[in-house]
């Protein structure tokens, strides 16, 4: 079970997401920035090139990195569900070549502003996990400075975050018992 924990200073708080579906060949990127109550600031979904999902990730840190810039703020954290794209920003490992100066872009700017990141679960970082769907769907920047602005199912997340509600993965189990051998 996971759930949402208010931040004990004043800092906000970046969670973004990034994702691709190689079926329809879509991609997109979004994020969003939030107080330490979980209160939103500002959302934002981007519509990327098929690509893979570290890049849509890592361009949707990017983004956000730059509106934290742009704003003149510090004193804020990052929290990337993925553990790959913190790795590669903490230089734990070696980024794949279409990655790298995305990579040093981030890492400038997380050194310049004095930035947190961190790894969270997928659960913690609901809010911008759905906007996943909303993403590959749209053909240009949309940025949400209201809640009520959000779609659906990011307002339902952040709801159940600044309530403390937990969180639940539900996975589809494939049953395994069909036995198709022919008699």
């Known amino acids: 079970m996971v759930r ?3 931040m004990q200073n004043n800092s906000l708080i970046l969670h973004t997401d990034g994702s691709c579906t190689t079926s329809r060949k879509l991609a997109g990127a ?5 107080r330490r109550n979980g209160d939103m600031i500002i959302a934002f979904a981007i519509p990327l090139q098929f690509s893979t999902n570290n890049y849509g990730k890592t361009q949707a840190t990017l983004f956000g990195i730059g509106w934290y810039c742009d704003q003149n703020l510090s004193n804020f954290s990052l929290c990337l569900n993925s553990l790959l794209v913190v790795n590669l920003i903490q230089r734990k490992i070696k980024p794949p070549w279409q990655l790298e100066s995305s990579r040093e872009h981030i890492i400038d ?4 502003r004095n930035i947190k990141v961190s790894h969270c679960y997928r659960e913690v970082n609901m809010v911008a996990d759905v ?14 400075t209201q809640e ?4 659906r199912e990011a307002r339902r997340a952040l709801r159940m975050d600044k309530l403390g509600l937990p969180t639940f993965r539900i996975r589809q189990v494939k049953y395994e018992g069909w036995n198709f051998a022919p008699p």
């Open 4 to 6: 949402w924990k208010n």
């Open 30 to 34: 979004r994020g969003i920035v939030r």
């Open 109 to 112: 700017r997380v050194r310049e």
């Open 131 to 144: 906007f996943a769907k909303h993403a590959t769907t749209i053909n240009q920047n949309i940025i949400f």
């Open 148 to 151: 009520g602005d959000l779609p």
